[in-house]
C-alpha cells in the first residue's frame, strides 16, 4: 500500500466551521502538478509563502495561501505544498477536488510521515511522537511526545546499540580468528565474552528504558476514575469541581442524576476519564433502576473509585454494604458543615467540601499516589521514556536476548552460542528505530495513523 512517490494530497485539518483550513499535497512533480490549478506555484522558490487563487476548469474556486516546499527541505523530503484555503466544508472539498482532477490522488493514513521515514527525514520513534503529540491529553503528555519528536529516545536507542556492536564486534572477532592471531592491541577484547562490563551496562540501561512504558502509557492512555456514592452525597458537585465547570446538574433532590456522565480532566499530568454516576440505592423507579445499573457496571470496570459519603449523614448501612470488601478511595464530604469523620475499615477518608473546593489538592495527591500505587511497583519515570507498545516489546526481546548471552558467558559457554545472542540484541534495537524492519510492520505501524500526517 505504502512506497510511491505518487502526488498525494489529504485534509491536514478537519474540515468544518472554522477560519481556515489546511490541504497538505507531495510527491514526485507535485509542484509542477499543482501548478496547473495554482499558477503561482510554478516559479516559487522553496520556503516560501505565494498568493493566489485556485482555479479549476476556468472558475475561480478560493482564494488561498500557499507554503511551498522544494526537495529535500521540506517534512517528507519531497516537492511539498500547504495549502491553506477558507474554512467550511465547501471551500476545502472544492480546493481537494480540483487537486484531485490536477493529478493528485488521496493520501493513505500516515502516509506523508511514512514518506519523511522512508526518505531518512524522521526514524520509526519520532514518527510514532507525531501520532503521540496528536493525541497528547495532557500537557505532560505533549512534552513527552515533544522530545521523542527532538530526537531523545532515538538518540538513546543509538548509544546502547554502538555499545551492543563493541560487544559483538569483539566477539565476532575472537571468532574469526585464533587467539594466536589476534592482535597486541585487542588484548581487552579477549576473554569469553569481551567487553563483558560494557554488556552488563547495556542491560541495565535497557531494563531501565523499559521500566518507562509503564508510566508513560498512564501519561497516553490515561484511567477511568468512577464517582460513586449514596444519591446526595454530593457526586455531582464534585465531577463538577474537578472538572472546573458546571457539567453535571445538581440540585437538593436525591436521585438527580439517573445516567452517568463522563469528561476527561488532567491530575499531575495524568490523563484519567472521569465518571459521574448515579447515586446507589436500591429503588422501584424504572429509571433511576437502570441508572443505578449502568453504575454497578461502571465501578467494575473503574481504574479506580472515588466513593463519597455524606459528612452530615455519616456511614450508613447502605455505605456499609457497598464498601465491604471493596478497595475504594473514601471521601468525605461537606467537611464545612460535618464533624470530623472516624476511621472505617482501618483508614480515614479524604475530607473534601465539593462546594467549597477544601481538600481538593490532598485529593489530588491521593489520586495520582493510588493510580501509580495500582500500576505496579516498577513505575519509574526518566528523562527518556519509550512511547509505544511496539517500542517497549523490542526492548525486552534485546533485553532477554542479552541477559541469555550474559548468563551463557558467565557459564563459559563457547561464544559461537552467544553471539547470535548479541546479534539478535542489536536487530531489536534496529528495528525501534527502523533501521531494520519489513514492509508488514511498516504497513501496520503507519495505517493506524490519521489521514493528513
Known amino acids: 500500500m505504502y512506497g510511491d512517490d505518487d502526488p498525494i494530497a489529504a485534509f491536514a485539518t478537519t474540515a468544518g466551521n472554522s477560519a481556515l483550513t489546511l490541504i497538505r499535497c507531495c510527491g514526485k512533480g507535485s509542484i509542477d502538478l499543482a501548478s496547473s490549478v495554482f499558477a503561482p506555484a510554478k516559479n516559487a522558490e522553496g520556503n516560501t509563502v505565494v498568493h493566489g487563487w485556485i482555479v479549476n476548469k476556468g472558475e475561480k474556486i478560493d482564494e488561498v495561501l500557499v507554503s511551498v516546499f522544494r526537495s529535500p527541505k521540506s517534512y517528507t523530503g519531497e516537492d511539498s505544498l500547504d495549502i491553506c484555503c477558507h474554512g467550511g466544508f465547501s471551500a476545502g472539498k472544492a480546493v481537494m477536488e480540483a487537486l484531485k482532477d490536477a493529478g493528485f490522488r488521496d493520501a493513505l493514513p500516515g502516509e506523508f510521515t511514512f514518506r519523511s521515514f522512508l526518505n531518512g527525514k524522521l526514524d520509526l520513534t519520532r514518527c510514532e511522537s507525531v501520532m503521540e503529540l496528536v493525541g497528547a491529553k495532557t500537557e505532560t503528555g505533549r512534552s513527552h ?123 499531575e499530568g495524568i490523563p484519567i476519564r472521569l465518571v459521574d454516576t448515579a447515586g446507589l440505592r436500591n429503588t422501584a423507579e424504572p429509571a433511576e433502576k437502570i441508572g443505578v445499573e449502568k453504575s454497578r457496571k461502571l465501578l467494575q470496570e473503574a481504574d479506580l473509585v472515588l466513593y463519597l459519603l455524606d459528612g452530615t449523614q455519616g456511614v450508613t448501612d447502605e455505605d456499609k454494604q457497598e464498601l465491604e470488601g471493596k478497595k475504594y478511595l473514601l471521601l468525605w464530604n461537606k467537611c464545612d458543615i460535618s464533624p470530623q469523620p472516624q476511621p472505617i475499615s482501618g483508614s480515614i477518608p479524604i475530607c473534601i467540601s465539593a462546594k467549597t473546593g477544601e481538600g481538593l489538592a490532598a485529593l489530588y495527591s491521593s489520586i495520582t499516589k493510588t493510580i501509580k500505587a495500582n500500576s505496579g511497583p516498577d513505575l519509574q519515570t526518566s528523562e527518556v521514556s519509550l512511547g509505544s507498545a511496539r517500542q517497549k516489546k523490542l526492548v525486552d526481546v534485546s533485553c532477554a536476548a542479552l541477559e ?43 495505517s493506524n495513523f490519521c489521514v493528513g500526517k
Open 145 to 267: 511526545a515533544v522530545s521523542r519528536l527532538s530526537g531523545s529516545l532515538e538518540k538513546e536507542i543509538n548509544e546502547i546499540k554502538q555499545l551492543l556492536v563493541k560487544v559483538l564486534t569483539g566477539a565476532e572477532i575472537y571468532l574469526d580468528y585464533s587467539e594466536d592471531e589476534v592482535s597486541a592491541d585487542t588484548d581487552e577484547i579477549k576473554g569469553k565474552l569481551p567487553y563483558q562490563d560494557i554488556a552488563q551496562e547495556v542491560l541495565q540501561r535497557l531494563k531501565k528504558l523499559s521500566a518507562t512504558w509503564q508510566m508513560e502509557r498512564l501519561y497516553q492512555e490515561g484511567v477511568t476514575a468512577v464517582i460513586a456514592g449514596r444519591p446526595n452525597a454530593g457526586k455531582s458537585s464534585l465531577f463538577n469541581s474537578l472538572l472546573k465547570e458546571d457539567r453535571s446538574i445538581v440540585t437538593e433532590a436525591a436521585g438527580t442524576t439517573r445516567d452517568w456522565i463522563e469528561a476527561w480532566v488532567s491530575i
Open 404 to 446: 541469555e548471552a550474559l548468563e551463557l558467558a558467565n557459564k563459559e559457554e563457547a561464544l559461537d552460542i552467544i553471539a547470535p545472542l548479541l546479534r539478535e540484541a542489536v536487530n531489536a534495537l534496529g528495528e525501534i528505530t527502523g533501521e531494520v524492519s519489513t514492509s508488514d510492520i511498516l504497513d501496520e505501524m503507519f
